[in-house]
């Protein structure tokens, strides 16, 4: 079975110097038929304006993954993590038994777009600790490729049966993936067009994957893509 969540359907914050597109219940957007997916809590569409810093805040217990789709990420945190990431990288920030951060626009000329979740992990307490890792377009040309894994073998690791994957498909190009029984996936369009399992995707709309053995894509013109995949 899959749901189709449109752009327009989804929940839309302006804060001058930020704006973003909420998937799930979020801050001041409450709906208690969406507050995740399986163990995907938060998926939030994020673009800062150029030189823009959301201030340091704390979290615990959660699994904080960070996909930069355009511009210059650059993180801080209460640990002495520092460091910067161009489009395509990927991070995971473990919040476990707390830690502060922080998400900085590094250009200050350039607006910045990235991608957040939240994971659950499958336990509480953890260690914080950050990982993170440096993809190419190149490398997600007309593949899935799985930049979070539960053993970080292709990529970053996440404590959590869950696993992230990003595509760049060419006009044209398909592309399979099946799925474990029990697992499912939310996808999300970044730019483009795509058909998932012969329905029309545009451009920042999404889709809720239960029940299904495989998915199917097409590109009917240069598509961007992340797809989340967890037990459901």
Do not use: C
């Not at 996909?67 to 520092?82: P, R, W």
């Not at 777009?113 to 007309?142: A, C, H, Y």
């Not at 329905?199 to 961007?224: S, T």
Request: hydrophobic fraction near 40%.
């Amino acid at each position: 079975m899959i749901s189709f969540r449109r752009k327009d359907e989804i929940y839309h914050k302006e804060g001058g110097w930020f704006a973003a597109n909420w998937h799930f219940s979020f801050d001041e957007y409450y709906d208690p038929q969406n507050m995740g997916f399986g163990t995907l809590r938060v998926f939030n569409d994020d673009r800062l304006v150029p030189g823009a810093v959301w201030p340091m805040h704390p979290h615990r217990d959660i699994e904080g993954l960070t996909y930069v789709v355009e511009g210059t990420f650059k993180h801080a945190d209460s640990l002495g993590n520092g460091g910067v990431l161009p489009a395509g990288s990927v991070q995971r920030m473990t919040l476990g038994s707390g830690a502060y951060h922080s998400e900085q626009n590094g250009s200050q000329t350039e607006p910045i777009r990235f991608i957040q979740m939240w994971i659950m992990p499958r336990e509480r307490g953890l260690p914080p600790s950050v990982e993170q890792k440096v993809f190419t377009r190149e490398d997600r040309t007309n593949v899935l490729l799985p930049v979070i894994t539960p053993d970080g073998s292709a990529g970053v690791s996440v404590h959590q049966d869950a696993s992230v994957y990003v595509s760049r498909l060419e006009e044209g190009r398909s592309l399979e993936h099946e799925f474990k029984r029990g697992f499912g996936a939310y996808l999300f369009l970044i730019e483009g067009e795509a058909e998932l399992n012969g329905e029309r995707l545009a451009a920042g709309d999404a889709a809720l994957i239960r029940d299904e053995e495989r998915l199917a894509l097409r590109a009917g013109q240069p598509a961007e893509l992340i797809m989340v995949e967890v037990q459901v």
